[in-house]
């Protein structure tokens, strides 16, 4: 079976500063990873995705994460934070094999601060 | 546009009480989900439904009842039985059953927030 652990609940950063959310999984088989963002009293939205191929994936905000397979890592990253980046960030894992619904972690809150 | 329409937003209900959570998708989209989320919690799998009058129970889906009678509609109905049923609730789609759903990732709904008084 397929777990994500979240490493921190909340991180607080200021403005213009870099930030990394962790995202740790564990799968006996292959995997898909993924990134959501959720914004207050919204739905979640994809923000990116590692299907196979490059390890460092790119979203069209800034973000980035890195499959690391060793580590069984996702983190995300971004070199500098606004404050419309404030939101609550999803890790998720899907197993290649079996039914692909994936297992979300239970998020981490992205405060950044003026 | 496409998308997920989940009515209503906000959701009040007496203990006792069954009360039915709408989920509209005009995306063509073959499988659909029902999430519950918790602060704190992440998302949990109530039911999820891969093709038009089937359904599977996820994780947490006592308490809970659904039907897949078209492909457009999945609707959630919360029980008396559930015993903490406040919590936002999400819904989700993805185009097919395989894991092409997987490629795409999900599409969601902006939620309902019950709250049981």
């Known amino acids: 079976a397929q777990s994500v652990t979240q490493l921190d609940s909340q991180v607080p950063v200021f403005e213009e500063a870099p930030v990394e959310l962790r995202c740790n999984y564990s799968?006996?088989?292959?995997?898909?990873l993924f990134w959501y963002v959720q914004y207050p009293n919204q739905g979640l939205q994809l923000l990116l995705k590692?299907?196979?191929?490059?390890?460092l994936v790119e979203s069209i905000n800034g973000f980035e994460a890195e499959f690391n397979k060793s580590q069984t890592s996702f983190h995300l990253r971004k070199p500098s934070v606004h404050i419309s980046d404030t939101a609550e960030y999803f890790c998720?894992?899907?197993?290649?094999?079996?039914?692909?619904?994936?297992?979300f972690g239970r998020g981490t809150s992205l405060i950044v601060h003026p | 546009d496409g998308g997920i329409t989940q009515s209503p937003k906000y959701l009040f209900r007496k203990e006792g009480q069954n009360v039915t959570l709408s989920c509209e998708q005009n995306?063509?989209?073959?499988?659909m989900y029902w999430y519950r989320q918790d602060p704190g919690q992440g998302l949990r799998l109530i039911y999820y439904?891969?093709?038009?009058?089937?359904?599977q129970k996820g994780d947490i889906a006592e308490g809970y009842s659904v039907s897949r009678e078209k492909k457009e509609s999945f609707p959630l109905t919360v029980t008396s039985a559930q015993k903490n049923p406040t919590a936002f609730y999400l819904c989700?789609?993805?185009?097919?059953?395989?894991?092409?759903?997987?490629?795409?990732?999900?599409?969601f709904g902006s939620g309902t927030r019950l709250t049981v008084v």
């Open positions: 989700a789609s993805t185009g097919t059953r395989s894991k092409t759903s997987s490629y795409y990732g999900y599409t």
């Open positions: 799968s006996s088989v292959s995997v898909y």
């Open positions: 590692y299907l196979s191929g490059s390890t």
């Open positions: 998720a894992v899907s197993e290649t094999g079996g039914s692909y619904i994936p297992t």
């Open positions: 995306l063509n989209h073959d499988a």
């Open positions: 439904s891969q093709i038009v009058n089937d359904f």
